[in-house]
């Protein structure tokens, strides 16, 4: 009787874990290693003394109805479903987020709407004459096609060069592919000019998630799904290597301490860069490509305060804060303890080793006052911090990145045994019930 393929994965994310599950299931033996001592990867959560703390705002989206059916199941009563009630501070005022094209509108003045309108109704006409949406390299250009010079001006140039770090004019257009969500204005024009917004070249940007939808979530957070994930796979005869380092790889083995894996079935999920760097029979070429892709660091505070409720809603997006996104996991169902108090994931984006890498004193401080300056919260009022980095929150499109990434994939291609892919892995922007779909694929892949 012919032995069952042996998958190893590489990272225990929810992309690996699926992965995982699915080979599982299919009747493959299965190794999972991961560097952490906890499953999750961007996803995990973490628990500081009597609470848990969530790395970022991750809930599960039911737009995939298969990948959501099998995790409700493994989640069982630890579901708890949640109206999405998502806010973005913009122009002084409080909008439900994602944006609509009226809110937008009643955010100008009379002068700055006729301008942004204008612009939004030459761009169209524009690109319908000379298709520069699809023609665009930067962002900037995507940007601009899209939208027009004067609302690309008013509302994403300063947001997208503070959040990044990088100017719109330095990264590429398809950041603005897979990436940007899709401001709302445009269903609104297009009703109106649909002759002028109209044509294949109108999905530029992604589209937003939908302003009446019910996300996923449990008590102890985001930990949950990875957990429930972990635990289906060790129950399914899946074995997990945790708080282990990969040394190197090869074309035949994968080097793991003193332990060898042979390297038979392979589903890469960690950082695409940091794959190639490990594998010894990767060609100069391709790791000079790989040294050419790189990430945006993030940095989230968990903050247990002394107050029963600091937000109105699920979290809020700002733009002229130290911090992009503010989230009350409470208000969507996170056990708080003491009871009257509640948490707040701060989350922003930053350098390795700058300040907010580092938890600097005047990180702290600017958190604190940006807090009191949106009426969040008193600093008497925040009795604990805890801080959290990722080296690899997301990627980042700059300019040319597309030629580095076609040349590792090239590469990569050749044995059909190794596939890398995921978040990290693939270079790209998926949400967990994508990230899992991709996990779900490779395994496929593998077995056929």
């Known amino acids: 009787m012919p032995q069952p393929p042996h998958i190893t994965i590489l990272g225990a994310g929810v992309c690996g874990l699926y992965a995982a599950l699915t080979a599982l299931r299919k009747g493959a033996q299965v190794t999972v290693i991961e560097k952490n001592s906890h499953p999750g990867g961007l996803a995990a959560g973490f628990k500081r003394r009597q609470n848990h703390f969530d790395q970022g705002v991750h ?3 039911a737009f995939d109805q298969e990948i959501y059916d099998d995790i409700a199941q493994l989640m069982g ?4 479903p949640v109206t999405l009630d ?6 002084g005022r409080s909008y439900r987020y994602p944006l609509k094209g ?9 002068a700055q709407l006729l301008h942004c309108t204008l612009g939004l109704i030459l761009a169209g006409v524009d690109d319908r004459l000379n298709q520069t949406r699809a023609s665009a390299i930067t962002a900037e250009d995507a940007l601009i096609a899209t939208y027009g010079t004067p609302l690309y001006e008013f509302f994403f140039e300063e947001f997208t060069h503070r959040y990044w770090n990088i100017h719109p004019a330095r990264l ?16 609104l024009v297009r009703k109106c000019l649909p002759v002028v917004l109209k044509g294949p070249s109108n999905q530029l940007v992604v589209e937003n998630a939908l302003s009446e939808e019910t996300l996923h979530y449990s008590a102890t957070g985001s930990e949950t799904l990875p957990r429930v994930l972990a635990q289906e796979v060790l129950k399914l005869g899946g074995n997990i290597i945790y708080g282990a380092t990969i040394s190197k790889l090869d074309e035949q083995q994968i080097h793991l301490g003193e332990q060898i894996f042979p390297l038979d079935k392979v589903i890469s999920t960690i950082p695409l860069p940091t794959l190639i760097q490990l594998h010894q029979d990767a060609p100069e070429t391709v790791r000079r490509a790989a040294e050419n892709l790189h990430y945006k660091a993030i940095v989230t505070y968990g903050l247990l305060v002394r107050k029963p409720k600091c937000l109105d809603g699920l979290y809020t997006y700002y733009r002229d804060r130290i911090f992009h996104r503010v989230g009350e996991p409470k208000n969507a169902g996170m056990q708080v303890t003491p009871a009257d108090h509640t948490i707040l994931i701060v989350e922003m984006t930053c350098d390795i080793n700058d300040p907010k890498w580092n938890d600097a004193p005047e990180t702290r401080q600017q958190i604190i006052a940006d807090l009191i300056a949106e009426s969040i919260c008193e600093a008497a009022e925040i009795i604990e911090w805890h801080h959290f980095t990722n080296p690899h929150g ?4 700059r300019l040319g990145f597309d030629a580095h990434l076609a040349e590792i994939s090239s590469w990569l291609q050749r044995p059909a045994s190794l596939i890398s892919t995921g978040r990290q892995g693939a270079f790209t922007y998926p949400g967990m019930h994508s990230a899992m779909r991709m996990g779900h694929t490779a395994a496929l892949t593998l077995l056929t």
């Open 77 to 80: 009563e630890e579901r708890i």
């Open 102 to 110: 009226l809110e937008i509108l009643a955010g100008m003045d009379p």
């Open 394 to 397: 997301y990627p980042i499109y």
């Open 59 to 61: 809930m599960l989206h």
């Open 172 to 187: 590429s257009a398809e950041f603005v592919r897979r990436k940007m969500p899709r401001l709302k204005i445009l269903d």
């Open 86 to 91: 998502a806010r973005i501070l913009w122009n």
